[in-house]
Nanobody, 122 residues
Framework: QVHLAESGGGQVQAGGSLRLSCAASGSSSSRTYMGWFRQVPGFDREMVAGIDALLSQTYYAGSMKGRVTVSLDNARNTVYLQMRNLKPEDTAMYYC???????????????WGQGTQVTVSS
């Protein structure tokens, strides 16, 4: 079992920055791949960025590519999402996700946090 707790969301003006954190606990073998998704009401949950905990290889997707950086502090079991140049269309609930493999993670087959709201005002 894996428990994920996100923090760092909030309201920011367009062009601003935020850093989200996700503290993980539980089975380390079940969270080899970790990262972030986001969801707007009425739309599917979409990938933002992920990182392999063993290889530190990163993956970026979607419209935030180039404006976000995902990182992992293994000592703190915490994954971060640094977001820059935020736009109103980035407003969403951001979820931390963990899985055994990239495939499972990308197919949304794993563990989820409760989410943290990011609101970007124009």
């Amino acid at each position: 079992q894996v428990h994920l707790a996100e923090s760092g969301g909030g309201q920011v003006q367009a062009g601003g920055s935020l850093r989200l954190s996700c503290a993980a606990s539980g089975s380390s073998s079940s969270r080899t791949y970790m990262g972030w998704f986001r969801q707007v009401p009425g739309f599917d949950r979409e990938m933002v960025a992920g990182i392999d905990a063993l290889l530190s290889q990163t993956y970026y997707a979607g419209s935030m590519k180039g404006r976000v950086t995902v990182s992992l502090d293994n000592a703190r079991n915490t994954v971060y999402l640094q977001m820059r140049n935020l736009k109103p269309e980035d407003t969403a609930m951001y979820y931390c996700a963990a899985a055994r493999t990239f495939t499972d993670w990308s197919l949304k087959r794993g563990y989820w946090g409760q989410g943290t709201q990011v609101t970007v005002s124009s």
